[in-house]
């Protein structure tokens, strides 16, 4: 008899036990699962896997980027969209924030070319540079050219955007030495000065003429290890952290 009242009040604990329990604890599968943040920063997206998090760094169209030429650039040899690259011979740096390292590769294109040709015809060329790929493989988009001194980032071979001074030079050449010729053949001729001058110094407008005709102008011509200014012509933002821990 103690053992079945034992087991009774065994039973009823147990009972009351589960009952207690049950408001605390709900193991059915509706139970709505606990949510978690899983982003604490907002974050923008530089290129391909790379994100940028917490404070950003805008550097403005018009700031210049020194970069050293790896291959020789020539309007002779380079072809319209061919690829071409330089690279930061020291970091980049702006207010004070690492934008990119030194030896990091700018790449772009040739938007623009044209070889040197006869009539003094000098070449051109204008590069246009897309991306900056650090030696962490980060890749920053940017717009950029060869800064000019009229900003179009459009070279002219053998002038400083001056093509005009050359055609000129070449010409006045030839008519300086007609006129000279002019002094020396009128007497020979034996006609009066003046006259053999004038004839000489038309022959000697014509030579150089021809001179300018003939002669083939000049190509651009950047050598390999050269310094060159690459000026941002839009704005680009960066996240100076990710490359100070990296560096």
Known sequence: MNKKLQLVLAA???TAGVSVAG???DYSQ???APLYQQNYYPTQTVSGNQTLKGSVVTVPAGQSVSAVVTTPLSSANLTLGQNVSVA?????YYNGNLIAPAGSSVT???L???KAKHGSMNGKLLLR???IVTPYGIQIPISAVIKTNDNTGILVGGTKMDVAKDYGKDVAVGAGAGALAGVIISPLAGGSIGKGTALATAVGAGGGLVKSIWDKGNDVEIPANSGIQLILTQPITVNPTMFNNNY
């Open 12 to 14: 009823m604990i147990l």
């Open 23 to 25: 408001p605390n604890f």
């Open 30 to 32: 509706s139970s709505p």
């Open 88 to 92: 930061l011979g020291s970091d980049f």
């Open 108 to 110: 772009g294109t040739v």
């Open 112 to 114: 623009e070319v044209s």
């Open 129 to 131: 540079f897309t991306q």
